[in-house]
């Protein structure tokens, strides 16, 4: 069954330096990956999509992910990062019906990131 | 574009009461709409998954006699909390399937059952 991972519960950097919040996927065939970022009682907003290509994906507020077929990894970064990007990263994968349309998506458990001044 | 909007934000209800939300597409058609559970500090629970002019499909675990959906259209869809307890209290979020597969979520619902 396909299966998201995001190993780090919380994550704290400080405001300008670089950030990478760590997702890892387990899914049969080529997968279709999500990052979404949700601010306090909020909704999900989507950063980011992969379905094929090139496997370096920007995304909107300077975020960008790398998919990585050999480590099953599709790790989000951003190089500097402000103190409006603290808020909860989950990262998703599409699970693909028979048909091949992408219906569910499988989420992980979140990153929370705290910004410090 | 692809903005979806949840109606209302918020509503306290009593005990045995039903509750309706309301998941609208504002400028995108979406045949396929998602119904989700957050619990707090965690991650999103998918409840259902909503075709336009059928039936939903509930993910299991998920009574359909208790959370009614309906999508009548290719802008909206509802979600009914039938005869709602305080443990149905809880942040109710839609989503909207995309041209491309990906989902657009809606702001979200706090729903509190006294």
């Known amino acids: 069954a396909q299966s998201v991972t995001q190993p780090d519960i919380h994550i704290t950097v400080s405001e300008g330096a670089s950030l990478e919040l760590r997702c890892n996927y387990s899914?049969?065939?080529?997968?279709?990956l999500f990052w979404y970022v949700q601010s306090p009682g909020q909704g999900l907003q989507l950063l980011l999509k992969?379905?094929?290509?090139?496997?370096l994906v920007q995304g909107i507020k300077g975020f960008e992910a790398e998919f990585k077929r050999s480590q099953s990894s599709f790790n989000l970064r951003k190089p500097s990062v402000h103190w409006s990007d603290a808020a909860e990263y989950f990262c998703?994968?599409?699970?693909?019906?028979?048909?091949?349309?992408?219906?569910?998506?499988?989420f992980g458990t979140g990153t929370l990131l705290a910004v410090q001044p | 574009g692809a903005v979806v909007s949840q109606h209302p934000s918020r509503v306290i209800c009593k005990s045995g009461t039903s509750v309706k939300i309301e998941c609208r597409s504002l400028?995108?058609?979406?045949?396929?709409m998602f119904w989700y559970r957050q619990f707090p500090k965690q991650s999103l629970m998918l409840m259902a998954t909503s075709n336009e002019g059928s039936k939903a499909t509930y993910e299991q675990g998920v009574e359909k006699d208790k959370f009614l959906i309906n999508h009548a259209s290719l802008t909206l869809s509802t979600l009914t909390v039938t005869s709602a307890h305080p443990e149905d209290s809880s942040f109710y979020i839609c989503?909207?399937?995309?041209?491309?597969?990906?989902?657009?979520f809606g702001p979200g619902t706090r729903l509190t059952v006294t």
């Open positions: 998703a994968v599409g699970e693909q019906d028979y048909g091949g349309a992408t219906n569910k998506l499988i």
């Open positions: 400028d995108f058609q979406a045949t396929t």
């Open positions: 992969y379905f094929s290509g090139d496997t």
């Open positions: 989503s909207a399937r995309g041209q491309f597969y990906e989902q657009y």
């Open positions: 899914y049969g065939a080529t997968p279709y």
